[in-house]
């Protein structure tokens, strides 16, 4: 053991020694050793940010499990808290490798754990528990008189991943699970908080530390220099498997076999991915699916073996293990396309190479994906692949510009250059937890008076933007819907309607779920669907295709049956967040035009004519051009929030004015109007907007109830779960104060400039 952990290593557990001997360490990471000195000699909270496989999880287990070894508690000792069942699977399995020798058990507890094993902890509660905060919020309904003796003598919290809860509801929900708890318990646990993917230390320490008084240290890591391989390439791609779905029908989905032959895009991708141990990140589920299913078809056409995998959240879970599984234990190649399911620190294996279809919607998601491969010493190794429709005719201006390519080299730039991470936005009315945890809290306590349920909901720390006067509104209204039920004695129960709601399993989670249908091939779910097809016709899951073979409605089971053949299947989502950062290094990209060592000789090219049509077009000066006519297009340079505020201020302010007859565009890339009269040029358009914004705006009487419940859904991705039970003029007051900054709006609109076509 080298002299720098020396002093840590004689104050860990024999049996953590032991542990370490056993797998051959010669030293302990920088990581672990100013861990321990900070458990060991200090009472604050910790937060770890360092590189996937840096030791992130044996740094906070190493010196909590000897605290523990050395004053036993007398219940469990440690809560941890993961996103995904499958990373609590991984770590489960991690942790009784380490904990072998010593006397101190540990237990996982999720909707896959059996009932036997919570008994089991239930009946004598002590170790380590690791839990989702969906099996979180169960535990602390159902089983509230219990907790004392769970949790009673708690000392440390670990949350893995915390850049997958911050800025989220399901954060939200994690925190004021650790509220309540409080009050269930006689010490004041120590919080671990575990990332590899955090820019400003300063938002994840108060994030951590929400609802307590100790502080937080961050270690100062000094990484290893990363060696990193980055290729990007592009493709024009005609073939029909690149066309939006509305332009498709089942009969163009019928592949003749000109139409079966792979294209230079998914060849060029199959070659990257040969003898490889590879995962293909896709955006999509969708894109994952399909990217699979042309990798085998084109493995097929080869003679080579079928390696391929699909990981996403609608494939069934025992598919989705043996994927994890063989990527782990095989010694031979293996490609996996996945979605955000496969970004966690789940353990893999060594993975030689990543490839990114499209472009990552973050830089946060660049890095988590980029950090699967590289272990051991190896190079960071990640291809990004795009494509474009070759188009026909002339296009469009805006149709001609390489977005997803620029955003590929945007998001690579500001990592390289700035290290710049997007920043979790924290919400001042996060109205859908407020109606949750109104909810769940009513639930653990079966009966509360008013003000209670107030002192209770109210005092958590993600609350304290809500007056009073809000929360009087929202209980009044979830009693006009018999959420929640006025008693005689003045008290508050659970509503005939709220108890549909609360005691449905599906409660617990907080974010939207889909209503799927589950999709069985020869008794064995394979995984989910949104919307089934007749029987007859074929679908796409799990990187193969199926015939649907009939469809239970009642039960929401699709039956099918194996085929040869690709169809695309489609699910439902909005568009991915991308912050404003982005936007702003795609414009200097274009007006810097420099060469990035990474391009290779097809992205070079399709680079070479974006600055050619910058130049001749102004897109690197000008934000609003004429296209002929009395058609005008935007370039805001905005992320999705920005340019949707945008589109809404030009209906609502311009749209009588300048007689629009109609707003298009692509989000959030660009805007395109069609002015019916008035100043049809790019000039008098911008003048008139500036104009416009520049006078007193009233938001709350500009605003209907439709624009509400649309801006919520483009600006979430998805409506947050519990909006539907919320009345319409706090969404509108939560919208108005979270997402709609008109200051940051006049100052951007301020700087465009406009083109008026010859």
Known sequence: MSSNGGDVFDRLSPFIKEFIYRNNWTELREVQVEACWVIFDTDAHLLLNTGTASGKTEAAFLPVLTELENDPPASVGVLYIAPLKSLINDQFLRLN????????????????????????????????????????????????RDLVRLFGDLRFIIIDEVHSFMGTDRGIQVICQLERLNRYIRTSPRRIGLSATLGDYTKAERWLASGTEEKVITPVIHAASQKLRLAVEHFYDSSDDNKNPESRNQENEEESAEQNKSSAYWEYIYEKTLNKKCIIFANMRDQAEYSIAMMRQIAENRNTPDIYHVHHGSISSALRESAESEMKESGGPVVIGATLSLEMGIDIGQLERIIQVDAPSSVSSFLQRLGRSGRRGNASEM?????????S??????????????????????????????????????????????????????????????????????????SFDDYRELLQHLIKIDHIQLTEEGTMIIGLRGEKVVNNFKFYAVFPEEDDYTVIAESSPIGKIEVPPPPGERMTLAGRSW??????????????????????????????????????????????????????????????????????????????VSMGGKSVCIFPWMGNIDYYTVMLLIKKLCGFMLNIKSVGGQPPYFITLKL???????????????????????????????????????????????????????????????????????????????????
């Open 676 to 758: 019916g009269s008035g100043n049809a040029t790019s000039d008098g358009f911008l003048s008139e907007f500036r104009a416009a914004l520049n006078q007193p705006i009233n938001l709350e009487y500009m605003l209907n109830d439709e624009d509400v419940s649309e801006l919520k859904r483009l600006y979430e991705y998805k409506t947050p779960k519990y909006d539907e039970f919320i009345p319409l003029n706090l969404l509108k007051k939560a919208l108005i104060t979270d997402y709609i900054d008109l200051d940051r709006i006049r100052a951007a609109v301020g700087k465009w400039t406009s083109r008026t076509a010859e």
């Open 383 to 391: 291809w990004f692949v795009c494509r474009e429709e070759k188009p």
């Open 547 to 624: 015939e649907v073979i009939d469809v239970d409605m009642k039960s929401k089971v699709v039956n099918v049956k194996r085929i040869k053949g690709r169809i695309k299947t489609f699910w439902g989502g909005g568009n991915l967040k991308i912050d404003n950062r982005i936007f702003m290094r795609m414009r200097e990209i274009l007006t810097n035009q420099k060469d990035y060592p990474y391009l290779q000789k097809g992205a070079q090219s399709r680079m070479e004519e974006a600055y050619f049509l910058a130049r001749n077009a102004g897109l690197d000066r000008y934000n609003v």
């Open 97 to 144: 490798d380490l904990l072998k020798e010593a006397d101190i058990p540990v237990w996982h507890w999720h909707g896959d754990v059996s009932v036997s094993h919570k008994r089991k902890l239930l009946r004598e509660p002590r170790g380590v528990l690791q839990i989702t905060p969906e099996s979180f919020e169960s535990l602390l309904i159902n089983k509230n």
């Open 393 to 466: 005719g002339l296009p469009l201006l805006p149709q001609r510009v390489p977005w997803k390519l620029m955003q590929d080299i945007a998001v690579i730039q500001l990592y390289i250059e700035e290290r710049w991470i997007e920043q979790p936005k924290t919400v001042k009315y996060p109205l859908s937890m407020l109606y949750h945890q109104t909810m769940s809290v009513l639930a653990e306590l079966g009966e509360a008076s008013p003000a209670l349920l107030a002192k209770r909901v109210l005092g958590m720390a993600a609350f304290t933007d809500i």
